[in-house]
């Protein structure tokens, strides 16, 4: 039976207070990993993993993070900044994400917060369905 986009959550967000100490009530689908719950860098790993668990499924590192590898191309950083092709880059890699907001100044240190909750809700429901 597949799950709804709330019982997603729900366990999305369970992962989230286990993995980074957060309380509940932080975790909602606009706070962003980085910003508002305060993740690392080496906390997305545990992350990954304990997604993997809690859905029963594969999620290759660069899948769910794939910043890493854009902003060292010079394609697509220019002057601390994401060129249209790195956003349009960054776009195909994550489909699951919302770019309204960092298309307005896409500063390579904001990247971060496009790493939301609702992101990774996004990025299971189609990994489960």
């Given amino acids: ?11 999305v967000q369970g992962v989230l207070v286990d993995a980074l100490g957060v309380d509940e009530e932080e975790v909602t689908p606009e706070a ?3 910003g508002d719950l305060g993740a690392e860098s080496i906390d997305f790993l545990d992350i990954v993993f304990r997604m993997e668990k809690a859905f029963g499924i594969k999620i290759p590192r660069e ?3 794939p910043a890493e590898s854009l902003v060292t ?9 994401l060129t249209h092709q790195g956003i349009e880059e960054l776009r195909k890699r994550m489909p699951h994400t919302d770019f309204t907001n960092f298309i307005e100044d896409p500063a ?5 917060d496009l790493f939301t909750v609702d992101a990774l809700v996004n990025f299971v429901e189609g990994k489960v369905k």
């Fill in 73 to 81: 191309n010079k394609e697509f950083i220019s002057n601390g900044k």
């Fill in 63 to 65: 899948e769910l993070f």
């Fill in 32 to 34: 962003t990993l980085m």
């Fill in 1 to 11: 039976m597949a799950m709804t986009r709330d019982e997603i959550f729900k366990e």
């Fill in 108 to 112: 390579v240190s904001k990247i971060g």
